[in-house]
């Protein structure tokens, strides 16, 4: 999980979310170092998730060797925004995961070389997309030595993002 996302988990927590906090409060919580954090607040506020607030009157602390510096407040302003950027990611409309699952999907019945042709993709690709959409429980071989697979659950019209796809088990988490 990339430094970002752990920032905005953190803040997406009810401690967080709704009240004010300082750049110590919040490095000492998530146990990253202050300034790799402000460069993801200052982020956040280039995108409207988090607002900085900073007064004259507010008391003024000693980060270390130099200047005290000013006291600075922040506050998550928009809750909606943050919970997106949480979202998985993707590259644009029609890429070639979308363009294997409606295949799969109009198909029903597939095999890996039936998407490497109408989807222009790499073998590796075909290959890591259906190996995937198995672990999920998506897809299944038709036959024992049969390389064909089956669609067995039909989630829907959007290609399902599966997360968590690690060897040796573990859950595996579908967009239903």
Not at 17 to 36: H, K, V, Y
Not at 84 to 104: C, H, S, Y
Not at 122 to 141: D, S
Request: proline content about 6%; hydrophobic content about 35%.
């Amino acid at each position: 999980m990339s430094r970002i996302n752990i920032v905005a988990k953190m803040l997406l927590e009810k401690r967080w979310a709704d009240r004010f906090f300082t750049l110590g409060q919040l490095a000492s919580a998530i146990g990253i170092e202050r300034e790799r954090l402000r460069k993801d607040l200052n982020k956040l506020c280039r995108e409207g998730i988090a607002k900085r607030i900073s007064g004259k009157r507010q008391p003024k602390e000693n980060y270390g060797p130099g200047k005290p510096k000013q006291h600075i407040l922040f506050r998550v302003s928009n809750k909606k925004a943050l919970a997106e950027k949480l979202q998985p990611q993707t590259r644009g409309e029609n890429n070639a995961f979308d363009r294997m699952w409606f295949v799969i999907r109009k198909k029903r019945v597939f095999t890996r070389r039936d998407l490497i042709i109408l989807t222009e993709v790499k073998r590796e690709t075909a290959r890591w997309f259906v190996k995937m959409l198995r672990r999920a429980g998506i897809v299944a071989p038709s036959g024992p030595q049969s390389p064909e697979w089956r669609l067995i659950r039909d989630p829907g019209p959007k290609r399902p993002y599966v997360t968590n796809m690690k060897r040796g088990g573990g859950e595996y988490e579908t967009n239903h």
